[in-house]
């Protein structure tokens, strides 16, 4: 039986096209947990704890999505001017299931926004913006611009050798996409570093010991069906949540 994954969903607003506020995401997350051999299942962000409780406990194994950026009242730090905010139960929810798997051990994988989610969840801080606050001493472009394919590839991450991603993607510097101008700053005392860019941006972190919580900072879900490092995070992800 495939193990069930549960996919958070983006908070999107009324558009002009609906009028009404929606959940969702795109498609290539749920396409990759297939790929893996798990059984996807989109997130309502729902803000009842009960409700949102009992669908935490019916997950195998859970898959925090990219999106917007983390508000930064969670780690204690005025907004800055570029940060671009989601609606506040949006945090509030993910922020809310990295907790439960991180306390209750359950498999978690955090992508992008989901990287930097986990480790605000545990405790620690964020670069709200990577060219004003870290600019990059390579000139790496972190972000995506739209104009761009996802999965173009932006710059290369190395794993950290001894850890989970090392035994996941190797330790070979793996070619990677970006879309982001926010980064892991102080890392959470839970967890250790995994991943590096060469301009010294952390894109990958672990917790140590038995159960899989990993997160990576480029989209892995934009790359599988081309790279198999990048489809082995998810067989990683599948394999350890099966019931």
Same mark, same amino acid.
């Given at each position: ?21 929606? =959940? ?5 997350? !749920?396409?990759?947990?297939?790929? *893996? ?21 019916? &997950? ?14 969670? =780690?204690?730090?005025?907004?800055? $001017? ?19 798997? &991180?306390?209750?051990?359950? $498999? ?45 590839? *932006?710059?290369?991450?190395? *794993? ?30 839970? =967890?250790?570093?995994? !991943? ?34 990048? &489809?082995?995070? =998810? ?9």
């Amino acid at each position: 039986m495939r193990p069930l994954i549960g996919v958070t969903c983006l908070w999107d607003e009324p558009t002009l096209d609906t009028h009404a506020p929606r =959940f969702g995401h795109n498609q290539v997350y !749920a396409r990759a947990v297939v790929g *893996a051999g798990g059984l996807p299942v989109l997130l309502p962000l729902l803000p009842e704890p009960d409700l949102l409780r009992e669908l935490f406990d019916r &997950l195998d194994g859970i898959l925090l999505s990219g999106g917007r950026d983390v508000d930064p009242a969670h =780690f204690h730090e005025q907004l800055h $001017p570029k940060t671009v905010l989601v609606p506040p139960a949006s945090d509030e929810v993910e922020l809310t299931l990295a907790r439960w798997a &991180l306390a209750e051990n359950k $498999p978690a994988l955090g992508i992008c926004r989901g990287h930097q989610v986990l480790n605000v969840a545990a405790g620690g801080t964020l670069y709200q913006d990577i060219p004003s606050q870290c600019p990059s001493p390579l000139g790496i472009d972190h972000t995506w611009h739209p104009e761009r394919p996802r999965d173009q590839i *932006a710059h290369t991450v190395t *794993a950290v050798p001894g850890t989970r991603l090392a035994a996941i993607i190797g330790t070979d510097p793996l070619p990677v996409n970006s879309s982001h101008h926010q980064a892991v700053r102080h890392l959470a005392p839970a =967890f250790v570093a995994g !991943a590096w860019t060469p301009d010294g941006v952390l894109e990958g972190l672990e917790r140590p010991g038995e159960t899989f919580c990993v997160g990576v900072q480029f989209h892995p879900e934009e790359l599988w069906q081309r790279d198999p490092r990048a &489809l082995a995070l =998810f067989r990683a992800l599948v394999e350890a949540a099966q019931p």
